[in-house]
């Protein structure tokens, strides 16, 4: 083809866009354009100012990585059970808090016997046991007290409940273990850290992005292979039919939130063991934050959970230090919500079905 | 519906008249802004406000469970009545102030009210609380226009024990440029307007003194991971950071700066926000060295101990940040000037003139309180306004007592 | 998905067990209640407040009917499944003894076992305040305990079982009557204050309702209850009619209620008129077009800053004109954010949809907040001194001449509202979402649609914003938390989802009954989480339902 024909072909495509889109295309070309712009103009800014070295990017890209496999792994509970209910489980997040209270009472006794420092590679598993354990539990319960009443209704009525809940998770912990911040004592060995390429990275990250990892294969596994992922596939399709060819619908709703609420309670324990302190007061802004990778990545989707945190932990992390800077902005690391929240709405304006998600029918979106 | 207008034309005519305005007398009391009659067996009720909801919850609770303390040291009595504290969550927003202070108000048998946590609240709260003719005792708004000279009429009632951000910014930037000798700052807050602003006060001090502030940055209260915000600072190469915050976002800054290895030699001053043990266990090993600026005098390191003992065994837990003695203080200077101005009469009632009950108040000097000697001055500002450098110097949380960990400094 | 939420005839129906079971298993959840009621350190902070003064605390009055319910949903099973009265109570106390087994057994664990170091709330203070007379940590107090759970569960059995219905319904109100009477005592305490002769002080002690009165009230409203009953009027609950005489109900009590109480009620009715005006301004999007918004709280605050950097006498303020001209140029400002936010979200949907506005509100809550935008908007430190609006020469200071205010306002939206509702519009909105694909092929324009509520939304919540500045009389971001949002979201459910007096019920239980409530400070939302959950179990549909919703729910 020849570069006239090309040009020609563009040309014609051009108009042909032109002809079948309405204004709203226009505008939304035009909120492009506009996004590219700033966009290019702060990068180019920002590597003009030439404040960061290389290594400062790298150690951004290692940060964002971390708080990003936190993210993945809530948003992952987030996601199981909103594949199969299509609802939003607001305490997930609360959930997370819990489980991770559960962590610190295991890892003190086990601390109390010595236990953590001298062989982390026994209290870990014991100490994600806990947190596991109590998340399905209260997750099963939120299952019990906000969503079973309200299957068969059509009412945001479980929306409610678990935005109530959230509160009850929340002010009850706050009162039961009280207000002030707590510390997971230390894990021997496992506080080290190691040196790869120059950068320097505790061994706590490495082992929260390899969980994060080791979940989502082992969720893929449960869905994929196991007959209970085989229910919850039917369930999620649609519920009325599964339980006509036998599946017992509700047994399937109860295993789904058991296992998104320990995942919740690893994601509660893997937070301290990276970040140290916890309060009752963390899981909600987390669970928002993993309420917005899930979605990121095309909720339902357990790739695109895994996906989404990470993006929306790199976006965190690089994204003031890469486009604020040009700017010359004053604090720009106080901005650094605008840039995830911001990120996520363009992404969805321009792929409304999140980055992995499949377009779903509109009786389903 | 009368009372209503005629309020309402009061109101109109001067912010300071209300209908209770007019001088009363009860008993063998006659009182300019009103009286309060305490019937024998009777409680003698005090409100309060803080932040007991949302993101300023540790702090808010301190200061009211602070205060409690305060009333059962004096056995829960004064001049033989039952000192009952209403307490009322004002969160740390302007409106939450304002309806807790009007929910205060609305009860005529409240002498006096301690409180708020937050500026933002006393701004809205304490003109309200002003014009039932209740002075208020602040343990933590400290924004230095709610006492400063060209203040508002409303504010006349308005009083508080924790010391004005100016005068705590001005100490630390002396004594870091002074006795620190470090010629570059950095500085962070929380997005609150009490760090932000003690943040703007220090740097507005430290450049006065000649030294350089090389990055101003905000953080927010909810931020896990610092270590961005810290790479950015560390490119500036400071050496000292001043970062008011409190306990959670001290933490994991304290925690993660060992991660920036060109961080390595900067110090860190913080506020009084972390004056506590919690803060011990939320950084960790990493807290020592934390040096934070805080009240001084032997008053305070001999009797602060034994209140953390105290709050602790009334509560389960010791107190989550500094400004718990605040409350303590605020109650305490409420209930002696309730002393010197409540009368009895026969019966054994008693009365209580607000406008006596706001002088006594106002008078207040000498007062052996838990963050040092308290007294008023014309415009309301009664802390006792020494300060300290206080380092910690062990991570065990068990060891905290001002004195031995953290230590005293300076001066 | 959640907000459009999709059905199935699936039901989950749990089996009843055996009548004694039941009541083991009431006993135990109930039992489980009332400790965690006491581990959160609720019962020693409520102990304080009393209901009844110098009877009955809060704190007293919830253990107390933790066991009365155990032992009356004991007894109404037992009752179900043909057990004999007798038998009935029996069981009915068996589970008020498990509830008060099971506060023994904490306070045996308080006493004699180190919970304390999880737990921080089990306190000897706990144990003392749970003696009532007797020794704390003695085998008196524990007997005292199991005797007072078998007793108090037995009188709720008695009541379930012995008691007519007719009685026993005049009983349960009258409980209730004076609970409320003491609870809310702030409001009715004022009311009286109106009458002459000290009648206030006569009725209400510091904290709560005396005993003379509360017990003159229970019998007042027991004895009308059964005479009303025996005159063989229908109960109003049931005529239809009802909704008719509710509304001029709640008109008249909206209309007086500031000039009649205290300035703290006229403060809160005017934060719930605020909510009010916020939550049509959510009906329009969500009730009506179907549209989920999280981040609603930015058009407040767009309202909020526009009159603050109009109307402030502070630095920031770009003008200084009267709170008339700024009010309208706040509204349209609003309307305007809303075609912003709407325009590039029109093609998200459902969940994304929701996603998509919490983030755009959470940006603006942080620009707000940011040192970036301080010079413009005040960053943490806020715009203050903002002018009341003046009327006539008056200036508009006190909280219920600003109620007033709002209530014009809120009194106008709903008239909006209510019109467009029915007009042509309208009608768009609701088969928007029904079902936008059939919309659009019946030749309704979607893009269009959806935008006109976006904006009309905005504008009612930046009338909102706009009486909150003068309010408040100051702005700061911290005002303007997602919170603000989620409690808009729930009050459009708790009041009916597309109903307008829903609207106002909701504003009234959700904003107010916690207003009222500030003294429970740190359990405040405890509760509130509590009720929510509660409101959707006892009325999924809402308090005050759309017609179209009542009809759906009847379906289900």
Known sequence: ?365 | MTRTLACTAALAASLLATCAFAAETLGPVTDEIGVVKITKGDPILIGGYSSQSGGDTNQGIDELRGAELAILDNEGTVLGFEVQLLGEDAQCTAEGGQTAATKIAGNPQVVAVIGPTCSSGARAGAPILWNAGMPSVAFGATAPALTAADRPDGFKGFLRVVPNDLLGADFTATYAFENLGVKTAATIHDGSPYTEQLVRAFEKDFTELGGTIVSSEAVSPTDTDLRPVLTRISTKKPELIFTPVFTSTVGFLLRQKTEITDLAGTQVIGGEGVFSANVIEAAGPNVVGLRIVGPSTDLFSDRFPVFVEAFKSEFGEAPVGGFSAYGYDSMLLTLKAIETAGKTDDEGNLYIGRKALYDAMMATKDLPALTGTLACDEFGDCSAATYAIWEFVSDDASTFAPGENPKRVYP | MSFNVVTSSFRVVRREREAGAEALRIGLIAGVAAVLFCLIGAYVALDKRDVVEGVASFAAVALAAIALVAGYTSAATANRQGRTPRRAVLLAGGAGLAVGACLALMVLATTNLGIRTILVAASPALVRALTFGTTAGSSGQIFLLLAAGFGLGAIGGALATLVPERLRRAIIRGVFVVIFAGLFRDVFFSIASNLPGGVDRMIYGSAGIRLWPAILLFAAVVAWTILRAAAGKPSAARTGGRSKLSIVLLVATVLVLPLITSDFVAQVAMLVALYMLMGMGLNIELGLAGLVDLGFVAFFAVGAYTVALLCSNGPLAIADVSFWVALPVAIVLAAVSGLVFGLPVLRVRGDYLAMATLGLGEIVRVLVLSDALAPVLGGSQGIIEIDRPVLAGISLNTPAELYYLALILAGAVAFISWRLQHARIGRAWLAIREDEDVAQALGIDPVASKLVAYSVGAAFAGAAGAVFAVLVGSVFPHSFQLLVSINVLAILVIGGLGSLPGVLVGAMVLIGLPELLREFGEFRYLFYGVALVAMMHIRPEGLWPAESTKREMADA
Request: charged share 10%; glycine share 14%.
């Open chain 1, 1 to 365: 083809m020849t570069a006239a024909a090309i040009s020609a072909a563009v040309r014609n495509r051009t108009a042909d866009w032109w002809r079948r889109s309405i204004w709203v295309d226009h505008l939304m070309l035009a909120i492009r354009v506009v996004v590219a712009v700033l966009v290019l103009w702060g990068l180019a800014g920002g590597i003009a100012a030439g404040t960061y070295s290389a290594a400062n990017f790298a150690s951004f890209a290692m940060f964002g990585l971390t708080i990003g496999s936190v993210y993945a792994l809530i948003a992952l509970g987030y996601t199981m059970v909103y594949g199969i209910l299509r609802m939003i489980n607001f305490a997930h997040g609360d959930v997370m808090m819990v489980g991770s209270f559960a962590g610190l009472f295991a890892a003190s006794s086990l601390s109390g016997a010595g236990l953590t420092n001298d062989a982390p590679l026994i209290a870990l598993p014991l100490v994600l046991a806990a947190g596991m354990a109590v998340g399905a539990a209260v997750s099963v319960a939120i299952e019990r007290v906000a969503y079973r009443p309200f299957l068969h209704v059509r009412s945001l009525a479980p929306l409610i409940c678990a935005i109530g809940l959230s509160f009850v998770l929340q002010y009850g912990a706050r009162g039961l273990f009280g207000t002030r911040n707590r510390a997971y004592p230390g894990f021997g060995w496992m506080e080290g850290t190691v040196q790869v390429a120059g950068l320097t990275i505790p061994i706590p990250q490495i082992v929260a992005f390899g969980a994060a990892l080791v979940v989502l294969a082992g969720l893929l596994a449960i869905v994929r292979l196991t007959p209970l992922g085989k229910a919850m596939r039917a369930v999620s399709e649609d519920r009325d039919a599964a339980a006509l060819v036998g599946i017992d619908v509700s047994r399937t709703i109860v295993f789904t939130f058991a296992i998104g609420g320990a995942m919740a309670g690893v994601a509660g324990v893997l937070y301290a063991l990276v970040f140290k302190q916890i309060t009752v007061f963390m899981g909600f802004f987390l669970g928002i934050k993993g309420f917005a990778a899930a979605i990121l990545g095309g909720i339902g989707n357990l790739g695109g959970a895994m996906l989404g945190g990470l993006v929306l932990g790199l976006a965190e992390a690089l994204g003031p230090a890469l486009l604020l800077e040009g700017y010359g902005l004053p604090a720009p690391y106080q901005l650094k919500d605008v840039i995830g929240y911001g990120m996520l709405v363009l992404i969805l304006i321009f792929r409304p079905q999140g980055l992995l998600g499949e377009r779903l029918a509109a009786k389903r979106a």
